[in-house]
């Protein structure tokens, strides 16, 4: 009964490589999120799926692309990946706000990502 | 712009001491702020949230949070420390505009002593 499940858990990969980490929620969420949590534990949001639209789009090198097939999936790939790109990555996602209060984000296990 | 400032970024308790983690924000329209925990090589769970319904607020886990507009404060409280309790905990805030874009603080890492 996983909620948000993020495949791979681990990657390991080169300098200049490209890879992709994939996200599933089954929770019915319309609005997805990927956040890179550095070593210093710092979070900090990449991007926001909305039904498939992009909403948010935060300061991130065109290297990385989102991409959501549909609402329950947004996939997450990085090209000519760089030493820098080590971090975790954690998928989220979030029901439909209701008037103006925000609703809680549900996250994923995360995907730990070591570039050599 | 929002954010949140984490004062201290390790606190160590003894089990069944008083757990107080501290948050300050910054926001220039009412904010709604929470508490997330980090379990070692896990995702965060929702604590706990304030959207401005009472201050006090009451999560799992037996912790709780007190908004005070006044000191721009949202400090995480538990009575009596677990050890189950070691974790990493973030505050963030996010508004009411727009769509949910959550700012998170850095972190404080919770020590519990047996």
């Known amino acids: 009964d996983t909620a948000v499940s993020q495949t791979p858990k681990y990657l390991v990969t080169q300098m200049g490589n490209d890879k992709s980490i994939k996200c599933e929620q089954n929770l019915g969420h319309d609005t997805m999120y990927w956040y890179k949590q550095d070593s210093k534990k710092f979070l900090k949001i990449m991007f926001s799926?909305?039904?498939?639209?992009?909403?948010i789009n935060e300061t991130v090198p065109n290297r990385f692309s989102p991409k959501s097939p549909d609402k329950a999936h947004l996939n997450l790939h990085i090209n000519s990946l760089e030493l820098g790109d080590s971090a975790v990555y954690f998928c989220?996602?979030?029901?439909?706000?209701?008037?103006?209060?925000?609703?809680?984000?549900?996250f994923g296990p995360g995907t730990r990502l070591t570039v050599l | 712009a929002q954010s949140v400032t984490q004062l201290g970024s390790h606190v160590s308790v003894s089990e069944g001491a008083l757990v107080l983690l501290r948050c300050n924000y910054s926001?220039?329209?009412?904010?709604?702020l929470f508490w997330y925990v980090q379990y070692p090589n896990q995702g965060l769970q929702l604590l706990l949230k304030?959207?401005?319904?009472?201050?006090l607020v009451k999560g799992i886990n037996g912790f709780e949070a007190e908004f005070k507009k006044s000191e721009t404060s949202f400090h995480l409280t538990k009575p009596s420390a677990h050890m189950s309790d070691a974790a990493e905990y973030f505050c963030?805030?996010?508004?009411?505009?727009?769509?949910?874009?959550?700012?998170f603080g850095t972190g404080t890492k919770l020590q519990v002593i047996p």
């Open positions: 799926y909305n039904n498939k639209e992009l909403i």
């Open positions: 963030a805030v996010t508004d009411s505009g727009g769509y949910q874009k959550v700012t």
């Open positions: 989220a996602s979030s029901p439909p706000r209701t008037g103006e209060r925000p609703d809680t984000q549900y």
């Open positions: 926001s220039s329209v009412p904010p709604y």
């Open positions: 304030y959207t401005s319904a009472a201050t």
